[in-house]
């Protein structure tokens, strides 16, 4: 079994719908699909539930009314009969009508959780239905019967896979089978969602429970490519990642993918494939554990980053002195991107700055602080394993005009990560593509 992923922009509109029916199934195999919300809904139910934050339900009712008449001009585009119409129409008064549920009370956190869920509950209900009014053999599954949080906050894969497993023997013989992305419970059985990666979290956790035989990640572009191409002009998609590049491009700025989502798959050695749903045919990139040697994949990008660098003589030959600094970002629950060390100083790059103020006040307590913000980290993937000779030369004859405040090498075999001013990053990006991609 496939499992197949779309995200909001996929099931956008009926018209988009009716293509994402096409597209699972074409095969005429039994395929799990996994949806998002209609594109727009997400940000239109946070919008409720802020207005119901601030005691404002005249505010909320507005929106969901505007959000309930655009829902039902879908339906008539969307369906043929009328009894189809009916059946959707009914569920999504249903659904609003929860939804207004929410203004007569008093409003928490939990509640807002509820509330967002809708999206994925409403896209998924009306994709199922168009399916059956087409004749296909489809079923609606919860995500809420099987998804689940443990009390970190993590995914817990032994009891996905668990009550999947029933969920699936519930429902032999079918050849579509669609649940909500994003939603899951918590540890306490509340309504949550899975934060990092969503949607994309969500098939990667199917697709290593059932185990799948390949998860398909379809967006409206044709994979991963070796460039921004936002940036930089005639990028191609990468045929071919391991997870282990796959995660760096999608940690440094590739927005196609997030870089824990893929972390199942990879434990499972189940293949992810990304596809476009605006070009189907075309190849997309595949990620899996194989190793292509001695070649150098994509060059990513991410913006906003922070640089910190802490100058003391209390650092020569003293223990313990890094542990310190470390303890502060971790007080504030601040990750670090990038670290280089001297004698007697550190750097450090964040892309996190909401505790700034408060990080560089403790830093100053072991040395002297300078700060520069607007920076851009450049991450170059590949094989890049320190035994490849020239692949370092190669990457750096590259950046020879552009000014660096920051290199990272070493930590691992798969890249080579710059610091620079965001103002360089086209000249970065266009000078890599030239030098990498272009002459070889």
């Known amino acids: 079994?496939?499992?197949?992923?779309?995200?909001?922009t996929s099931v956008g509109s009926p018209e988009r719908m009716k293509h994402v029916a096409e597209l699972i199934t074409e095969s005429g195999n039994p395929t799990f699909v996994v949806l998002s919300a209609m594109s727009g809904t997400t940000n239109t139910l946070i919008e409720i539930a802020d207005y119901l934050y601030k005691k404002n339900p005249e505010g909320a009712n507005e929106v969901i009314n505007m959000l309930e008449k655009k829902y039902m001009t879908h339906v008539d585009e969307l369906y043929d009969t009328d009894e189809y119409k009916e059946k959707t129409r009914d569920f999504l008064h249903q659904e609003f009508d929860y939804i207004r549920s929410f203004t007569k009370d008093?409003?928490?956190?939990?509640?807002?959780?509820s509330i967002v869920a809708q999206g994925e509950i409403m896209s998924t209900n009306m994709v199922v239905n168009y399916l059956q009014e087409k004749g296909v053999k489809a079923v609606l599954l919860s995500a809420l019967d099987f998804m689940r949080t443990d009390k970190n906050g993590e995914p817990d894969p032994q009891y996905i896979k668990e009550k999947l497993a029933q969920v699936m023997n519930q429902n032999e013989g079918f050849q579509i089978y669609i649940t909500q992305g994003f939603i899951c419970r918590n540890a306490y059985g509340e309504v949550d969602n899975l934060l990092r990666g969503g949607s994309d979290y969500t098939a990667s956790l199917i697709g290593a429970a059932l185990p799948a035989e390949e998860?398909?990640?379809?967006?409206?572009?044709?994979?991963?490519?070796?460039?921004?191409?936002?940036?930089?002009?005639?990028?191609?998609?990468?045929?071919q990642l391991n997870f282990e590049e796959a995660a760096e491009l999608a940690y440094f700025g590739a927005k196609i993918l997030h870089p824990t989502c893929v972390q199942p798959a990879k434990y499972a050695g189940i293949p992810v494939r990304l596809k476009n749903t605006l070009d189907p045919k075309a190849a997309g990139t595949i990620i899996d554990n194989v190793i292509m040697r001695g070649k150098?994949?994509?060059?990513?990008?991410?913006?906003?980053?922070?640089?910190?660098?802490i100058k003391s003589s209390r650092m020569l030959l003293a223990t313990g002195f890094l542990r310190k600094v470390f303890e502060i970002f971790e007080s504030y629950q601040t990750p670090i991107d990038m670290i280089a060390t001297s004698e007697v100083g550190v750097s450090m790059s964040i892309d996190n700055s909401t505790h700034l103020t408060e990080i560089v006040n403790e830093l100053k307590k072991y040395g002297t602080v300078t700060v520069d913000s607007d920076m851009t980290i450049v991450c170059v993937v590949g094989d890049l394993d320190w035994s490849n000779l020239g692949f370092e030369t190669l990457v750096l004859e590259a950046m020879q005009n552009i000014p660096v405040r920051m290199?990272?090498?070493?930590?691992?075999?798969?890249?080579?990560?710059?610091?620079?001013?965001?103002?360089?990053?086209?000249?970065?990006?266009?000078?890599?593509?030239?030098k990498l991609f272009s002459e070889r």
């Not at 008093?106 to 959780?113: A, H």
């Not at 290199?407 to 030239?434: H, M, P, T, V």
């Open 215 to 239: 998860i398909q990640i379809w967006t409206d572009i044709d994979g991963m490519h070796n460039n921004d191409p936002r940036v930089v002009e005639k990028t191609e998609a990468v045929s």
């Open 106 to 113: 008093i409003f928490t956190s939990f509640e807002e959780k």
């Open 1 to 8: 079994m496939i499992v197949m992923k779309f995200g909001g």
């Open 296 to 309: 150098i994949k994509a060059v990513a990008a991410k913006d906003n980053i922070t640089a910190i660098k």
């Open 407 to 434: 290199i990272s090498y070493g930590g691992s075999n798969y890249n080579i990560s710059f610091l620079i001013k965001g103002s360089d990053k086209k000249r970065a990006l266009q000078c890599l593509s030239e």
